[in-house]
């Protein structure tokens, strides 16, 4: 999901302008609008802290105010997580998450207007699916089991988009848009361990001595939930003013695909 930090406004669509977005949009549409090319020369830096080593920075700047424009915008974000794991109080159970983004603009202040965003995000997750017994809970909500010790998902994405806007005269307006955008990730993680904490729970000794790390166990599964998507396109619009109506008129060719290879590693 998109970093929060760098979106300047969230759109709700509802009704009749969604159809425009695609054919599984009854409920609506969330739109979501990233920082803006300022008008001027200007930029921003925000820096906060939180509990257990958390820091976020956002920063940006840019220019808009001649025919070359231009926004360089960048969040990182960082916490060692809450949550301990058995024996290893020297590994966190937090998060890493670095976004940038690059828009470069050409405006001929004549009616002509090209837009480049170029985005690239990456983020490691020290996260486990891996829950805990009722009464482990009750305990220690906190604490998680040394078999996640391992358990770290890798997200990694990029996006391009080229905009072209043309007013055609005072009345008609053209856009057309190209866009690629991919996305991969691999989460490592304990396959199966619910099954110990269901044991657990109903009273089996050997499922909760394998989860307090008492107990050898030799057939630990962990596989890599590996998953990349792509998603490009092109689409071209026209908006025409017709006195008090507006006519929006729009094709898409869209492609998306899908690939899944996921191997299991499995541990003493």
């Known amino acids: 999901f998109p970093v929060m930090l760098r979106m300047q406004s969230i759109e709700i669509i509802k009704g009749a302008p969604l159809l425009r977005y695609g054919p599984q949009t009854t409920g609506g549409v969330v739109n979501l609008l990233s920082t803006q090319i300022p008008d001027k020369l200007s930029g921003r830096i925000s820096t ?9 920075t956002h920063l940006y700047f840019g220019d808009g105010s001649g025919n070359f424009q231009y926004l360089f915008e960048g969040v990182r974000r960082d916490t060692e997580g809450f949550k301990k794991l ?3 109080s020297n590994k966190d159970t937090g998060f890493g998450i670095s976004d940038y983004v690059i828009k470069l603009g050409y405006d001929t202040k004549q009616g002509t207007r ?3 965003k170029a985005q690239e995000s990456k983020e490691t997750s020290n996260e486990t699916y891996l829950g805990l017994t009722d009464a482990d809970f009750k305990n220690n909500p906190n604490r998680r089991y040394g078999l996640s010790s ?6 990694d994405h990029q996006g391009i988009n080229l905009t072209l806007f043309q007013d055609l005269n005072d009345q008609a307006k053209f856009v057309f848009t190209v866009y690629n955008n991919k ?3 691999d989460w490592h993680k304990l396959s199966g361990g619910g ?3 269901s044991s657990a729970n109903a009273g089996d000794a050997t499922a909760q001595g394998i989860l307090d790390g008492t107990t050898d166990v030799t057939t630990l599964n962990y596989k890599h939930n590996n998953r990349s998507y792509e998603s490009k396109g092109v689409q071209v619009n026209l908006n025409y003013q017709l006195e008090n109506h507006l ?17 299991q590693d499995y541990y003493s």
């Open 86 to 88: 058995d024996g290893r």
């Open 150 to 155: 391992i358990d770290q998902m890798k997200n």
């Open 114 to 116: 090209v837009l480049l």
């Open 195 to 197: 099954s110990y904490v």
């Open 183 to 185: 996305f991969s990730r």
């Open 247 to 263: 006519i929006d008129v729009g094709i898409r060719s869209h492609e998306d695909s899908m690939d899944r290879y996921q191997p």
């Open 48 to 56: 906060f802290f939180g509990e257990n080593k958390q820091l976020n």
